[in-house]
Antibody, heavy 116, light 112 residues
Framework: EVQLVESGGGLVQPGGSLRLSCSAS????????MNWVRQAPGKGLEWVSS????????YYGDSVKGRFTISRDNAKDSLYLQMSSLTAEDTAVYYC?????????WGQGTLVTVSS | DVEMTQSPFSLPVTLGQPASISCRSS???????????LNWLHQRPGQSPRRLIL???ERDFGVPDRISGSGSGTDFTLKISRVEAEDVGIYYC?????????FGQGTKVEIK
């Protein structure tokens, strides 16, 4: 069974940093693009970032470019999102998802709240 | 960026009746490999989204055949032939052809 389990969310002050993690199981992690998608409270879905199977292909949404860094460790079946210079607009549930052209599996999400 | 526009924003439906959601993209979603990477996702209240449809019309495993997708180029439609209670929630279209990936704003389906 495919499982994606996010962790690392929490309350952070504006301007602060946070690192999200996603632990994957039930499939060959190194064979899939992985993504982060977020959803602000009561709002729609926003694609954040994607990383290729090898980690060499990196893609970012305009709203996070230069502030967020996606990475992966295929030996640990794990996906990461390093977030810095956080603002209130980054407050959202962050989902770890699998797939290149359309996420077929989603984690349960981890809530990031940016507030003083 | 490719803009995805869904309509309607809200869709009250009667159980057993059909429902239809439209999604239009600002650019063609036909990829250089010939595929059209248009997905439909469903999010029930309090749950993570779930993909229903990939590549315009292919149903994911376990999706009932009363749910179907159609369209081409820039115009796409999700249809539910007979709405059931489990169909309530928000439906999103999402394009996977161009970077950055983009979602429609969502269509809320509720029972009348």
């Amino acid at each position: 069974e495919v499982q994606l389990v996010e962790s690392g969310g929490g309350l952070v002050q504006p301007g602060g940093s946070l690192r999200l993690s996603c632990s994957a199981s039930g499939f060959t992690f190194s064979s899939y693009y992985m993504n982060w998608v977020r959803q602000a409270p009561g709002k729609g879905l926003e694609w954040v970032s994607s990383i290729s199977e090898t980690g060499y292909g990196l893609y970012y949404g305009d709203s996070v470019k230069g502030r967020f860094t996606i990475s992966r460790d295929n030996a640990k079946d794990s996906l990461y999102l390093q977030m810095s210079s956080l603002t209130a607009e980054d407050t959202a549930v962050y989902y770890c998802t699998r797939g290149w052209s359309g996420p077929d599996y989603w984690g349960q999400g981890t809530l990031v709240t940016v507030s003083s | 960026d490719v803009e995805m526009t869904q309509s309607p924003f809200s869709l009250p439906v009667t159980l057993g009746q059909p429902a239809s959601i439209s999604c239009r993209s600002s650019q063609s979603l036909v990829s250089s490999d010939g595929n059209t990477y248009l997905n439909w996702l469903h999010q029930r209240p309090g749950q993570s989204p779930r993909r229903l449809i990939l590549r315009v019309s292919e149903r994911d495993f376990g999706v009932p055949d009363r749910i179907s997708g159609s369209g081409s180029g820039t115009d796409f439609t999700l249809k539910i032939s007979r709405v059931e209670a489990e169909d309530v929630g928000i439906y999103y279209c999402m394009q996977g052809t161009h970077w950055p990936r983009t979602f429609g704003q969502g269509t809320k389906v509720e029972i009348k």
